[in-house]
């Protein structure tokens, strides 16, 4: 008596589990096509970003405008001016990186030492004013190194003391200056956000970019950081 109805229980289980399969490959069968669309866009959706290369996200990323810091020491002195003067300057500065492109724009201090010969002119050694200009990066040559190549430009205030025969005896000037320079460098990445770099370059003290009134030798080292 026990024994068939254990049976009967377990032939309507099997039964039952057998029609729930008919059932839903019935409903899988007859799944709408816009119902299958719209599961194979999710699945795609979420696996999407996993098969992008790592290469092409970090195109990706360097598409897009980065921000930074840099500070950099330049040490200018000309080399055929009637009374020639040397700038030490330093410089913090905002930068820009979009691909190769770098543009920066800051404030700088300038320490200006008296000519080598005196015009009798007496001179304030300390300069202030601001630097601007663009630098292009090349392809690296080795692992983590890379040349580039800047057109700087600075304008800044210098003030001195004339002396004069009759009165009055001194007179206090005032005078705007500029300076411009193309230069060639060399970058080296410590890490994707630090970057040192060192250059060399000429220039000029005139209002025109390149205008060699007189000449002046420019080389400069300096520290970037990324945002």
Known sequence: MTNNFLGKGLLVNIISVNQYIHN??????????????????????IIFPALIP???AQEVSKSKPVFGARFSTCFDFEINSYTPHNLLQYTPA???????????????????????KSDGNIYNPDLYGVNFGYRHYFNETTRN?????????????????????????????KEIRTKNNVSIG?????NKDIRLFSGIGIGSYS????????????TFIGLDYRF
């Open 24 to 45: 839903t490959q019935i409903i899988l069968k007859h799944k709408h096509p816009a119902m299958k669309t719209r599961c194979i866009a999710i699945f795609l959706i």
């Open 54 to 56: 790592e290469s092409m």
């Open 94 to 116: 905002l930068t820009i990186d979009y691909k190769n492109h770098n543009f920066y724009l800051g404030p700088e201090y300038i320490r200006f030492y008296e000519p080598t």
């Open 145 to 173: 190194i890379r040349l580039f190549g800047q057109f700087n430009y600075s304008v800044y205030q210098i003030r001195y003391t004339s002396h004069r025969l009759g009165y009055p005896y001194t007179h206090n000037y």
């Open 186 to 190: 060399i970058n080296f990445e410590l």
């Open 207 to 218: 209002e025109f970019f390149m205008f060699f009134d007189d000449v002046v030798i420019t």
